[in-house]
Nanobody, 119 residues
Framework: QVQLVESGGGLVQAGGSLRLSCAASGRNVYAMAWFRQAPGKEREFVAEIVWSRGTTSYADSVKGRFTISADNAKNTMYLQMNDLTPEDAAVYSC??????????????WGQGTQVTVSA
């Protein structure tokens, strides 16, 4: 089992920045990712990191603005979000599992943290 706890969401003005954290405990996992879901929309892949290699991938919509990283010593994954727009507003959830861009590839999920961006 893997337990994931997100933190760092909140309200920010457009153009601002937030950093999300996801603390993991339990068994080792291959990859972790951030997904987001806005009201009335499907869950959307944001970014992924392969834990052992540190390799990353991003959704086109966030590339160049968001940075995913991991601190192995703290078993914590981060998502640095810069130049936020109202379109980035959503509940952001971290996930752990096999990697990739599909939610079905991830067996463990955090509870989610709300990101609100005002225009």
């Amino acid at each position: 089992q893997v337990q994931l706890v997100e933190s760092g969401g909140g309200l920010v003005q457009a153009g601002g920045s937030l950093r999300l954290s996801c603390a993991a405990s339990g068994r080792n996992v291959y990859a972790m990712a951030w997904f987001r879901q806005a009201p009335g929309k499907e869950r959307e892949f944001v970014a992924e990191i392969v834990w052992s290699r540190g390799t990353t991938s991003y959704a086109d919509s966030v590339k160049g603005r968001f940075t995913i990283s991991a601190d192995n010593a703290k078993n914590t994954m981060y998502l640095q979000m810069n130049d936020l727009t109202p379109e980035d507003a959503a509940v952001y959830s971290c996930a752990a599992g096999l990697g990739g861009r599909y939610p079905s590839r991830y067996a463990w999920w955090g509870q989610g943290t709300q990101v609100t961006v005002s225009a």
